[in-house]
């Protein structure tokens, strides 16, 4: 995955994720990866986000969804 604040990749497995409806983000998911717990917890109190792991994604995702909170919609 792309680290959010450079160009640098990072293993997805290993990296922090941040979870906050104020990221803006290319897929509109609200979620960004940093390299570090430190960087992480910094993005979290700024976004009022949380932080979650790798394996925890798909219940991120879904619970969005199922909110209604999914920013992208096919269009008509």
């Given at each position: 995955?792309?680290?959010?604040?450079?160009?640098?990749?990072?293993?997805?497995?290993?990296?922090?994720?941040?979870?906050?409806?104020?990221?803006?983000?290319?897929?509109?998911?609200?979620?960004?990866?940093?390299?570090?717990?430190?960087?992480?917890?910094?993005?979290?109190?700024?976004?009022?986000?949380?932080?979650?792991?790798?394996?925890?994604?798909?219940?991120?995702?879904?619970?969005?969804?199922?909110?209604?909170l999914s920013e992208t919609r096919p269009s008509k």
């Amino acid at each position: 995955v792309r680290c959010y604040g450079s160009s640098q990749w990072l293993d997805a497995q290993q990296a922090f994720f941040v979870h906050s409806p104020q990221l803006q983000t290319p897929m509109g998911c609200g979620l960004a990866a940093v390299p570090t717990f430190a960087e992480a917890r910094q993005l979290a109190d700024e976004m009022h986000g949380r932080i979650v792991r790798f394996d925890e994604l798909p219940k991120v995702i879904k619970s969005r969804t199922e909110d209604g909170l999914s920013e992208t919609r096919p269009s008509k």
